[in-house]
């Protein structure tokens, strides 16, 4: 069984940075072929595609994060990154990591909160 955990999140003030991680693991479970992608639900929201990064590296941002989030991949330690900086209080939400497109569970995800 496949398991994301997403971790960094936390409370910080508008144009502060957070770098979030999610650990993938699972028997025969690695990220190194699979394009995987950082996910994002706000309150009373729907869950929405914010960044991926392909196999191959290459990545993609909805246009509401571009030039403020990088994704990255480690496929050594099966981790997937998003490092967020110039935070808007928009951004706030739980943030989770899956396979792009989703292929398997979710984790609990992340709390990232942007807020004076």
């Known amino acids: 069984q496949v398991q994301l955990v997403e971790s960094g999140g936390g409370l910080v003030q508008p144009g502060g940075s957070l770098r979030l991680s999610c650990a993938a693991s699972g028997r025969f479970f690695s990220i190194y072929a699979m394009a995987m992608g950082w996910y994002r639900q706000a309150p009373g929201k729907q869950r929405e595609l914010v960044a991926t990064?392909?196999?191959?590296?290459?990545?993609n941002y909805v246009d509401s994060v571009k030039g403020r989030f990088t994704i990255s991949r480690d496929n050594a330690k099966n981790t997937v990154y998003l490092q967020m900086n110039s935070l808007k209080p928009e951004d706030t939400a739980v943030y989770y990591c899956?396979?792009?497109?989703?292929?398997?569970?979710w984790g609990q995800g992340t709390q990232v909160t942007v807020s004076a």
């Open positions: 990064i392909t196999s191959g590296g290459s990545t």
């Open positions: 899956n396979t792009q497109p989703v292929l398997t569970s």
